[in-house]
């Protein structure tokens, strides 16, 4: 079925950037078939959409007082930690995750990342998000509430130890059956090595051979912490987690990095010759006294930047729109430069760059032909946004997420209203507070 949106302000590209335009836009098979204007009252949906389909049946959407942008891609999360929301602040770095979140979720049941994980696709939904790439102890129950919830999701096992293969750490293997097992168009798995401190580089050499053997893309953590960095330099002759990762042959245009926020000017040029993406999160590394990654020299030396949220236990919120925020602030405050990382920048990390990582491009994060019908209805009256004076801006600093209407993913609304079609919410809601105070 042919589906018309009309009335709505779209979130165009413009270059590098967007620029606001009134058209219409029309959605077949879960991508965006046509946009046009002057449209809405004739019956050429079918010459807009680029086919003469006569007969085709035609729903109509009124979007009026709406913007209508790209979903949110947010490029770095652990769902299932929506549990922990909150359960350990205030705690030295080391501290929470040894001391207290990895002995939480070496308790967690798996059956209970399921409920975990679809809370946090229900919080994504409602402020924006379409997309989530996410890094899981139980990754097919990531997997099952993505499904559910009707989200676009990039998955990966945690994978650490020596060796992918060895008897006694069967993660890779349950990880690659599960993966085998899903069919679905929305649902893509990556290869998720949890961090150079918990791999061993054996391990990192293996997880390069299978990811390019299999072409999926390979991501970790990497230069979160200056522990991080010390312990490493330590390990290993001097060279930085950087250097140790390009020496396994880690960095590559199908990696993605999270964090990298103790970087030196060496690693900068390595990370952008590479070619590698790289996942600031912003609220994450403040809030654990891990610092600020410097994204205005990544920027400035190349590298596709983009932007997550980290899990629940870290930040504590899943909400895109105040991540965006804190980009910009952030980068602002401690460059002392009014002028880094303006909203378009932003908006972009969010969108077109997250897409680039995905290897995506012009399929994802963007409203134009051809691409998924991945797209977040903002209600332009909200009192926080309104007047509309520029609608950039309006996303990156004023926009907390509650402005979000709806959200369709492949052209089905997956948040309608304040409601999710996918999802018995109060169920959800049991069942995870079953789970606080079963295991926490
Ligand atoms: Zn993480």
């Known amino acids: 079925m042919l589906k018309k949106i009309i009335n709505g302000t779209l979130l165009l590209p413009d270059g590098d950037s967007f620029r606001a335009g009134q058209a219409d836009l029309f959605i077949r098979d879960g991508k965006i ?26 729903e109509v959407i009124d979007a009026s007082g709406q913007l209508i942008m790209p979903g949110l891609i947010n490029m770095h999360t652990h769902a299932y930690m929506t549990s922990m929301r909150n359960y350990a602040d205030d705690v030295d770095f080391q501290e929470w995750l040894f001391g207290r979140i990895t002995p939480v979720e070496d308790r967690l049941p798996k059956e ?20 989530f790439v996410d890094m899981h102890m139980f990754h097919e129950q990531s997997a099952r509430a993505a499904d559910a919830a009707g989200m676009r999701a990039w998955i990966g096992r945690g ?10 750490n069967p993660r890779f293997r349950e990880a690659m059956e599960e993966m085998d097992a ?20 054996h391990m990192l050499e ?18 979160e912490s200056l522990t991080e960095i ?19 042959g880690f960095l590559s245009d199908h990696t993605i990095l999270a964090h990298c926020v103790q970087l030196d000017e060496k690693d900068v040029s390595i990370l952008a010759e590479s070619g590698s993406s790289v996942v600031t999160n912003p609220a994450s590394n403040a809030k654990l006294g891990n610092g600020f990654a410097p994204v205005t020299a990544m920027r400035e030396s190349g590298i ?39 909203a378009s920048f932003v908006v972009s990390c969010a969108t077109t760059h997250a897409a680039r990582a995905l290897h995506e491009e012009g399929r994802l994060g963007v409203i134009r032909e051809g691409a998924w019908a991945d797209l977040a209805f903002l209600d332009l009256n909200a009192v926080s946004l309104f007047p509309n004076n520029n609608i950039l801006s309006s996303l990156c600093y004023s926009a907390n997420g509650s402005e979000v209407d709806s959200v369709m993913v492949a052209g089905e609304f ?13 169920k959800v809601h049991f069942e995870v507070q079953k789970i606080v105070e079963e295991y926490l």
Not at 159 to 168: F, H, K, W
Not at 182 to 201: E, G, K, M, N, V
Not at 206 to 223: A, I, K, N
Not at 314 to 332: D, P, Q, W
């Open 182 to 201: 899903w069919q679905s168009d929305r649902l893509h798995f990556i290869l998720s090595p949890h961090a150079i401190y918990t791999c061993s580089l």
């Open 230 to 248: 010390e312990n490493c330099r330590a390990q290993y002759g001097g060279r930085s987690p950087v250097e140790v990762m390009r020496d396994v």
């Open 112 to 131: 209970g990342a399921y409920w975990t994980s679809l809370l946090a696709c229900m919080e994504m939904l409602r402020t924006g998000t379409t997309s």
């Open 304 to 342: 596709n930047i983009t932007l997550g949220t980290d899990g629940t236990a870290s930040n504590n919120t899943l909400n895109m729109f105040r991540e965006m925020g804190l980009l910009s602030l952030i980068h602002k405050g401690i460059c002392r430069d009014s002028t880094a990382a303006p």
């Open 206 to 223: 293996q997880v390069v051979e299978e990811s390019e053997r299999r072409h999926m893309l390979r991501q970790t953590h990497l230069s």
């Open 33 to 58: 078939a046509g946009i046009g204007t002057d449209l809405s009252a004739a019956g050429t949906a079918n010459d807009a959409a680029g086919e003469n389909r006569p007969d085709e049946p035609c």
């Open 414 to 426: 997956a948040f309608r209203h304040g409601e999710y079609p996918g999802i018995d919410s109060e």
């Open 159 to 168: 994978l650490v130890g020596d060796s992918l293969y060895a008897d006694d």
